[in-house]
Structure formats: C-alpha cells, structure tokens
T-cell receptor, first 112, second 113 residues
Framework: IAGITQAPTSQILAAGRRMTLRCTQDMRHNAMYWYRQDLGLGLRLIHY???????GKGEVPDGYSVSRANTDDFPLTLASAVPSQTSVYFC???????????FGQGTRLTVV | KNQVEQSPQSLIILEGKNCTLQ??????????LRWYKQDTGRGPVSLTIMTFSENTKSNGRYTATLDADTKQSSLHITASQLSDSASYIC????????????FGKGTSLLVTP
C-alpha cells in the first residue's frame, strides 16, 4: 500500500543521546517535511525538503538536522537529545504545489 | 507574517447536532486552504481543499466555505457522529513559498452521546 511510513512509533531516549527518526514515502513526492506537535502549539515545521538534494530550515530547527539523499527518505536526527525535544514528530510529503500533504502516523519521543 | 488562527480552541457538542469551526488567515499571496482531521494518536488527513475561485465544497457531512476577500474559512459538520471527535486543522498554502504550509493550532471537537 502506497504511503508514508515513520519509524519508530515511539521511543524513550536518555538526554544527550543521538537519535534518528526515519521517514520513507513511496509516492515519489517531491517535497517532504518534519513537524513536531506539542499540546497548545499545534504543528510546527522543523525542516523541509522541496526536492531530493535540498533541505531548508523551518520554524524550530535548532537541535535537529536532516538529509535528503534520495526522493523516498527524509531522516531527522537529534544530535544530542534534550528533554524539551519530547514531542510527537510527524513526517509529511507533498507531490506538487496545490496537492494534498500526506502525513505519517507519528513518532512519540520522550527524552528523559 | 503568514498566520492562521482557528476558533474555537475546543468544542463539545451532542451527537446529531451541527457545528461550525472557523479559520482566519493572513497568508498572502493565497494559494489554497485545506481542512485536515486528526484523530487522537494519528497523523492529519485531508478533508477538503479550497482554491481562490471556490467558495464552498462538500465532503459528505463536511462542508467548507471560503471567503477570499475577508480571508476566512469555515468547516460545517452536519449531524455529528461520535467518530467526528478529533482535532480539525486549517492549513493555508502560500503561492510564493513553493511547498510551504501554514498551520492553525486546530480546534478540538468532542462529540458526546
């Protein structure tokens, strides 16, 4: 079934540890996004990629990095996790300018 | 600054009743507006899309309206069901910013028996 997949579904991580959240889509969408969703703040953009080989910073990029080596994958890395990065992370992809964005099922990350 | 404001923040209604959710935006130049439904523990799923030339669009019991002059949109839910309990998010695209999406904080709807 075509779609967008995130892994892991949930994770408890010790502060200071490095963590990579994985995101894969098989719809050949150009654009991919990483958001974090926190209660009362809605979805906030961390990083995005409009096409393979390019990335850009969103609203809350500090402490996070991304890469887009190919069309399908868009991993999000926390180099040294801190408790304020406890959140639910959503990956999304989009084909073209006026098309629907498809979201993954989310990764619930707890940094302790 | 491109902003999307939604109201109310939360809403509780009885099953079978209708409700209307509001979205005001300052995104310019406007490309399109989508309403997403997000069930608890899941990712958002698109309900409707409105472009500049459209002022109403329906998807089953969901009807979205758009007034591009006043930069307002509404989502009307008819004959609500328990399964309508979710967060409804208004998302506005800016035609100058490529694929950029501007999110509202959502309206949390609870439908009770």
């Amino acid at each position: 079934i075509a779609g967008i997949t995130q892994a892991p579904t949930s994770q408890i991580l010790a502060a200071g540890r490095r963590m990579t959240l994985r995101c894969t889509q098989d719809m050949r969408h150009n654009a991919m996004y990483w958001y974090r969703q926190d209660l009362g703040l809605g979805l906030r953009l961390i990083h995005y990629s409009n096409t393979a080989g390019t990335t850009g910073k969103g609203e809350v990029p500090d402490g996070y990095s991304v890469s887009r080596a190919n069309t399908d994958d868009f991993p999000l890395t926390l180099a040294s996790a801190v408790p304020s990065q406890t959140s639910v992370y959503f990956c999304a992809s989009k084909a073209q300018l006026n098309t629907e964005a498809f979201f993954g099922q989310g990764t619930r990350l707890t940094v302790v | 600054k491109n902003q999307v404001e939604q109201s109310p923040q939360s809403l509780i209604i009885l099953e079978g009743k209708n409700c209307t959710l509001q979205c005001n935006y300052t995104v310019s130049p406007f490309s399109n507006l989508r309403w997403y439904k997000q069930d608890t523990g899941r990712g958002p799923v698109s309900l409707t899309i409105m472009t500049f030339s459209e002022n109403t669009k329906s998807n089953g019991r969901y009807t979205a309206t758009l007034d591009a002059d006043t930069k307002q949109s509404s989502l009307h839910i008819t004959a609500s069901q328990l399964s309508d309990s979710a967060s409804y998010i208004c998302v506005v695209s800016n035609s100058n910013s490529g694929y950029a999406l501007n999110f509202g904080k959502g309206t949390s709807l609870l439908v009770t028996p």
